[in-house]
């Protein structure tokens, strides 16, 4: 049993494989964070909660003589607002005589050996080998409880919190702001990480000083966002790829949201994540409850790549469907934009054939009248203009060339100019008397509404139903706007998550990757439902070393994307070599965003040489150890390499940036081997020890020209 109840200190042990997560009691009342990080053997864990006294920190009644309990500097689990703590807060509810406070004290608790499903929302999935803690408080005024839920992984260092508000009083209350989690820290020796970005530019890794004060990262946009990825990490100063301390937390969510981080006067940290407070309003009627969305901690204590590997093998264990097959695609945006018709298909898809691509995936412009992005989404019609025999006739071309179909849908949006809007105006949100916003000539479906979301899962399914299709890009290429109402943000992720609910038990052979604009919703609660995702419309091989290096500190590769692009690069104009093109593009699910026909002889057969080679390195993506061996970010070159679960087989991708005259000595040292195993080059027939590999390297070549990559693999030929 992880989690272990110290009856006569109050206080309970969360374990996992080697952190401790200790929450207190103060004086039966109070829910304290007493300590998280190594695991920890502890004699007498009431040692760690400790008061002093503070001046201008206001005690609670019960302890007017005492002014050394106060809130404001008992480090806490689910601090509230207005009643001595003058921090940030993890609930605010308001009430109908104007106040925001309540005075949550500590009630029961109950240890669950099943992990509890959050409704309408995904979460991770038992391991089977999970147990779940439930803290129960209460506000005596209102008769508002609220359930804290810590889910520990026994056998990793992750735990999973969410929390549920309940109203057991007669009157209404309004939640204003519900965390998925809060917990104070000892200290503030930290560095803060996020993932910044913008469009063709997503999850760039930021590092800065943890100062005093709040530190928020933010989405508004009722999506998790292009800008500020839903993840934020403390490290401690001397932290590094390989060493040093690490909390990580990512939230299970697609819409707005917020992290905050606030280093108070004592020098705690206290950590926050969940649904952003900003514009959010959620009434609860008496008997009603309101539930977060999950929140992801892992802790590591040797480093950033240790807590990449927690995060991607719990992601792929527990979060991402298993039985999906993540096909090698040709997809035509790049190749064609708006401009092509069942002719040119032909031949694009014919020019696929007999390379080892899997599936073609039609993009964007085949519905409706769409020949440019200012009209048709909604009108989920084929357009016979252009496919006289419609979606069938081009999954006829895919089948007599070897290929599977795939298609382009986008679903959330409405144009101004279709059949959609014009039958349905009010299905766009907007706001009364005011002029609609456009972004991409388009606006935003209303999702909190359960016909439209009916609506939207039966335009979709009138197109599955009578079409061969084994796989959907489903892309959402802007942001919403004209919130009418301070629910409508929730509302509409919950919506979404509806009909990606219906349509994936609906369809369950059907994958769906996810795209917003690239990788701008690039979140653990779309890929439970789109197991991978279009990481970036940047297709261009040197930003997507910095794009795909910043996503694997969460994310794994098996739920990104990469293809090969022509050059010059479509977003960069970066000319690069076909083949570093393709290594890059091989370290996630891989493909082709180009016209095979404008393939020399010589790139045809470099592609059957990717496509063969991809279909042995797929196996181990999905299943091996992720390791950074060089960052991109300030330096001049990237690396990093798959090792197989059983350290046997090994891939290792580097990629120089700048080429320089000088003939240097650049030695790549591996990681995660096994030191005495004899591992041979498969290409040159070489054989090294693991412990050389590890600490003396592979000696680089000198590079020819700019841009230049090489691709390692090793095999064990002695154990
Ligand atoms: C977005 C996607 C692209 C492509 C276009 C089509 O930008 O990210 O890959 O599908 O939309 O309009």
Not at 514 to 529: E, I, K, N, T, V
């Given at each position: 049993?992880?989690?272990?109840?110290?009856?006569?200190?109050?206080?309970?042990?969360?374990?996992?494989?080697?952190?401790?997560?200790?929450?207190?009691?103060?004086?039966?009342?109070?829910?304290?964070?007493?300590?998280?990080?190594?695991?920890?053997?502890?004699?007498?864990?009431?040692?760690?909660?400790?008061?002093?006294?503070?001046?201008?920190?206001?005690?609670?009644?019960?302890?007017?003589?005492?002014?050394?309990?106060?809130?404001?500097?008992?480090?806490?689990?689910?601090p509230?607002?207005?009643?001595?703590?003058?921090?940030?807060?993890?609930?605010?509810?308001?009430?109908?005589?104007?106040?925001?406070?309540?005075?949550?004290?500590?009630?029961?608790?109950?240890?669950?050996s099943?992990?509890?499903q959050?409704?309408?929302?995904?979460?991770?999935?038992d391991?089977?080998?999970?147990?779940?803690?439930?803290?129960t408080?209460?506000?005596?005024?209102?008769?508002?409880?609220?359930?804290?839920?810590?889910?520990?992984?026994?056998?990793?260092?992750?735990?999973?919190?969410?929390?549920?508000?309940?109203?057991?009083?007669?009157?209404?209350?309004?939640?204003?702001?519900?965390?998925?989690?809060?917990?104070?820290?000892?200290?503030?020796?930290?560095?803060?990480?996020?993932l910044?970005?913008?469009?063709?530019?997503?999850?760039?890794?930021?590092?800065?000083?943890?100062?005093?004060?709040?530190?928020?990262?933010?989405?508004?946009?009722?999506?998790?966002?292009?800008?500020?990825?839903?993840?934020?990490?403390?490290?401690?100063?001397?932290?590094?790829?390989?060493?040093?301390?690490?909390?990580?937390?990512?939230?299970?969510?697609?819409?707005?949201?917020?992290?905050?981080?606030?280093?108070?006067?004592?020098?705690?940290?206290?950590?926050?994540?969940?649904?952003?407070?900003f514009?959010?309003?959620?009434?609860?009627?008496?008997?009603?409850?309101?539930?977060?969305?999950?929140?992801?901690?892992?802790?590591s204590?040797?480093?950033?790549?240790?807590?990449?590997?927690?995060?991607?093998?719990?992601?792929?264990?527990?979060?991402?469907?298993?039985?999906?097959?993540?096909?090698?695609?040709?997809?035509?945006?790049?190749?064609?934009?708006?401009?092509?018709?069942?002719?040119?298909?032909?031949?694009?898809?014919?020019?696929?054939?007999?390379?080892?691509?899997?599936?073609?995936?039609?993009?964007?412009?085949?519905?409706?009248?769409?020949?440019?992005?200012?009209?048709?989404?909604?009108?989920?019609?084929?357009?016979?203009?252009?496919?006289?025999?419609?979606l069938?006739?081009?999954?006829?071309?895919?089948k007599?060339?070897?290929?599977?179909?795939?298609?382009?849908?986008?679903?959330?949006?409405?144009?101004?100019?279709?059949?959609?809007?014009?039958?349905?105006?009010?299905?766009a949100?907007?706001?009364?008397?005011?002029?609609?916003?456009?972004?991409?000539?388009?606006?935003?479906?209303?999702?909190?509404?359960?016909?439209?979301?009916?609506?939207?899962?039966?335009?979709?399914?009138?197109?599955?139903?009578?079409?061969?299709?084994?796989?959907?890009?489903?892309?959402?290429?802007?942001?919403?706007?004209?919130?009418?109402?301070?629910?409508?943000?929730?509302?509409?992720?919950?919506?979404?998550?509806?009909?990606?609910?219906?349509?994936?038990?609906?369809?369950?052979?059907?994958?769906?990757e996810?795209?917003?604009?690239?990788?701008?919703?690039?979140?653990?609660?779309?890929?439970?439902?789109?197991?991978?995702?279009?990481?970036?419309?940047?297709?261009?091989?040197?930003?997507?070393?910095?794009?795909?290096y910043?996503?694997?500190?969460?994310?794994?590769?098996?739920?990104?994307?990469?293809?090969?692009?022509?050059?010059p690069?479509?977003?960069?104009?970066?000319?690069?070599?076909?083949?570093?093109?393709?290594?890059?593009?091989?370290?996630?699910?891989?493909g082709?965003?180009?016209?095979?026909?404008?393939?020399?002889?010589?790139?045809?057969?470099?592609?059957?040489?990717?496509?063969?080679?991809?279909?042995?390195?797929r196996?181990?993506?999905?299943?091996?150890?992720?390791?950074?061996?060089?960052?991109?970010?300030?330096?001049?070159?990237?690396?990093?390499?798959?090792?197989s679960?059983?350290?046997?087989?090994?891939?290792?991708?580097?990629?120089?940036?700048?080429?320089?005259?000088?003939?240097?000595?650049?030695?790549?040292?591996?990681?995660?081997?096994?030191?005495?195993?004899?591992?041979?080059?498969?290409?040159?027939?070489?054989?090294?020890?693991?412990?050389e590999?590890?600490?003396?390297?592979?000696?680089?070549p000198?590079?020819?020209?700019?841009?230049?990559?090489?691709?390692y693999?090793?095999?064990v030929?002695?154990?």
């Open positions: 049993m992880a989690i272990i109840y110290h009856v006569k200190s109050n206080v309970f042990q969360l374990d996992g494989k080697n952190s401790t997560y200790l929450i207190g009691v103060y004086d039966n009342k109070f829910v304290t964070s007493l300590y998280y990080g190594k695991k920890l053997e502890i004699l007498k864990p009431e040692r760690l909660s400790v008061i002093r006294e503070l001046g201008f920190s206001p005690s609670p009644n019960d302890y007017f003589y005492q002014r050394s309990v106060s809130l404001d500097t008992l480090p806490q689990e689910c509230s607002f207005g009643y001595g703590d003058f921090r940030i807060p993890a609930i605010t509810i308001e009430q109908n005589d104007g106040s925001r406070c309540v005075d949550l004290r500590y009630k029961s608790y109950e240890i669950l099943e992990k509890p959050i409704t309408g929302m995904p979460s991770l999935r391991d089977g080998n999970c147990d779940t803690l439930k803290i408080l209460k506000d005596e005024l209102t008769s508002v409880e609220v359930d804290l839920y810590y889910n520990v992984y026994n056998d990793r260092d992750v735990i999973t919190r969410h929390m549920v508000i309940r109203n057991e009083g007669n009157e209404e209350v309004r939640v204003t702001k519900a965390m998925s989690c809060s917990f104070d820290l000892r200290d503030n020796n930290f560095n803060f990480l996020q910044v970005g913008t469009h063709c530019e997503e999850r760039h890794i930021e590092t800065t000083p943890l100062r005093h004060g709040i530190t928020k990262i933010e989405s508004r946009r009722t999506s998790s966002s292009h800008m500020l990825n839903p993840f934020m990490a403390l490290l401690r100063k001397d932290t590094t790829e390989d060493v040093g301390e690490v909390y990580g937390i990512n939230l299970v969510y697609s819409g707005s949201y917020e992290g905050c981080i606030e280093v108070d006067q004592r020098h705690t940290t206290r950590l926050q994540m969940g649904i952003s407070s514009d959010f309003e959620w009434p609860l009627k008496a008997k009603e409850q309101f539930e977060t969305p999950e929140v992801v901690m892992v802790y204590a040797n480093g950033l790549n240790a807590m990449s590997l927690q995060f991607h093998d719990l992601y792929n264990d527990c979060l991402l469907k298993k039985h999906y097959h993540h096909p090698i695609v040709v997809n035509n945006w790049e190749a064609t934009y708006f401009g092509f018709d069942e002719e040119k298909l032909d031949k694009l898809v014919g020019a696929a054939k007999g390379l080892g691509i899997e599936t073609f995936v039609l993009d964007d412009g085949w519905f409706g009248k769409r020949n440019n992005d200012e009209c048709s989404l909604g009108d989920w019609i084929v357009n016979k203009d252009k496919l006289p025999n419609g069938q006739g081009v999954a006829d071309i895919c007599k060339n070897g290929l599977k179909f795939g298609l382009w849908f986008e679903p959330e949006m409405i144009s101004i100019d279709s059949d959609l809007y014009r039958a349905h105006p009010d299905y949100i907007a706001l009364k008397g005011r002029e609609h916003l456009h972004s991409r000539c388009q606006m935003v479906l209303d999702l909190s509404r359960k016909e439209v979301c009916d609506y939207v899962i039966k335009a979709m399914s009138d197109v599955i139903d009578n079409v061969d299709i084994s796989y959907i890009k489903w892309d959402f290429n802007r942001n919403i706007t004209e919130t009418y109402s301070k629910q409508l943000s929730h509302k509409y992720v919950l919506g979404l998550y509806y009909i990606l609910e219906t349509l994936t038990s609906k369809y369950p052979n059907i994958m769906i996810g795209c917003s604009g690239g990788g701008g919703r690039f979140d653990p609660a779309m890929l439970y439902y789109t197991p991978q995702i279009w990481t970036s419309d940047d297709s261009d091989a040197i930003e997507r070393l910095f794009i795909q910043g996503t694997s500190l969460v994310y794994p590769p098996t739920t990104m994307v990469g293809h090969v692009s022509v050059t690069n479509h977003q960069t104009g970066r000319v690069t070599p076909f083949k570093t093109r393709g290594i890059v593009a091989m370290s996630a699910n891989f082709y965003e180009l016209n095979p026909q404008v393939l020399s002889e010589q790139e045809r057969e470099l592609v059957r040489q990717q496509t063969h080679e991809y279909k042995h390195l196996k181990l993506i999905y299943k091996s150890d992720f390791y950074r061996l060089r960052s991109p970010f300030g330096g001049n070159d990237c690396a990093w390499s798959f090792v679960k059983n350290k046997n087989d090994v891939y290792v991708m580097y990629v120089r940036i700048l080429n320089a005259a000088t003939n240097e000595f650049d030695w790549l040292k591996l990681k995660g081997l096994h030191p005495n195993r004899i591992y041979q080059n498969v290409e040159t027939k070489e054989k090294f020890t693991g412990s590999l590890m600490n003396a390297g592979i000696l680089l000198r590079h020819p020209y700019d841009f230049n990559g090489l691709m693999h090793f095999k030929v002695k154990e």
